[in-house]
C-alpha cells in the first residue's frame, strides 16, 4: 500500500514540474515499480513517450532507469529506441536484451533496421541480434523460419569482410548448431576466408551440418600445407570413407 500510495503521489507530479526534476521523479517512479513490478501495469501510456525523452540524457543511471520505465510499454517503436542504446555500458545492455528478448515483437527485423540506419554500430548490432538468434532457436524455432532471419544472413553474407573474426566464428557455430537458412553459403564463404582460425572453424562446421555439399573443397583442404586445417580436412574425409 505504501509504494502504490507513494507512486500515485509521484505520477501526479511529474507532469507539473520541469526538467531536472521530472527525470528524478522519473527515477524514483522506476524504483518503485522495480520493488512492486504488477504496479508497471498501472502506468498511464503517456509515460512512454516520458521514458523515451529519458533515453537520451547524459546520465547512463537515468538511461538504465528509462529501459526499466519502457518494459511497461513496449511496442516497436520502443524496441527500435532501446536497441539505439546497446553498447553505453554491461549493466544497460543486459537489460535492453533481457526487455526485448521476451517482447514476442519483431525485434531482429529492428536490429537490421536501426543498422543499416546508421543509429547502432554494425558489428555491435550484429553480436547482439547473434545472441537472440542463439536464444530463439532454444526457445522458438518459428521465429527462426520467418523472413527477418533470410534477412539476417543476407546481410551477414554481404557484409562478410566487414566482420572480426570472433564475429565469424560466432556466426559459424551459431548457425551450423541451428542448421539455419543459408549456412551452407556461410560455410563456403569462411572457407575461403584469409585467416585459417575461420577456415578451420568453417571445417568443423562441416562436420555439423553434413559433408554431401562440400566433399571437393574437403579434398583441397586434406593436401594444403597448414598443419591443424590438413588434420581436420582429412579426419572429415576419412569418416566419409568409412561410413
Known amino acids: 500500500m505504501k ?12 507532469n507539473k514540474v520541469a526538467e531536472p526534476d521530472r527525470t528524478k521523479i522519473l527515477d524514483r517512479i522506476v524504483e518503485i515499480i522495480e520493488k512492486s513490478p504488477k504496479l508497471g501495469n498501472s502506468l498511464p501510456n503517456s509515460f512512454k513517450h516520458q521514458f523515451l525523452k529519458m533515453m537520451d540524457n547524459s546520465d547512463p543511471k537515468y538511461v538504465l532507469a528509462a529501459v526499466k520505465g519502457l518494459q511497461y510499454c513496449l511496442d516497436q517503436e520502443v524496441v527500435e529506441k532501446l536497441i539505439t542504446k546497446i553498447g553505453i555500458s554491461e549493466k544497460i545492455d543486459s537489460r535492453i536484451y533481457q526487455v526485448i528478448s521476451f517482447s514476442h515483437l519483431n525485434v531482429l527485423s529492428a536490429i537490421l533496421k536501426v543498422a543499416q540506419q546508421g543509429k547502432i554500430d554494425f558489428l555491435t548490432a550484429i553480436k547482439f541480434g547473434l545472441a537472440l538468434v542463439e536464444d530463439y532457436g532454444r526457445t ?10 533470410e534477412q539476417i544472413c543476407y546481410l551477414l553474407q554481404s557484409n562478410y569482410f566487414m566482420l572480426d573474426i570472433e564475429t565469424k566464428l560466432l556466426i559459424l557455430n551459431i548457425f551450423s548448431k541451428l542448421n539455419l537458412p543459408n549456412v551452407h553459403n556461410f560455410i563456403s564463404i569462411s572457407l575461403q576466408d584469409g ?5 578451420d572453424s568453417a571445417l568443423e562446421a562441416i562436420r555439423v551440418v553434413g559433408v554431401s555439399s562440400f566433399i571437393a573443397s574437403l579434398q583441397r583442404f586434406s593436401e594444403v600445407e597448414d598443419r591443424d586445417t590438413k588434420k581436420i580436412a582429412t579426419e572429415i574425409v576419412a569418416n566419409l570413407n568409412m561410413n
Open 3 to 14: 509504494n502504490l500510495n507513494s507512486l500515485s503521489s509521484l505520477l501526479k507530479k511529474v
Open 140 to 149: 522458438d524455432e518459428i521465429v527462426l523460419q520467418e523472413q527477418q532471419m
Open 195 to 199: 585467416d585459417s582460425i575461420v577456415r
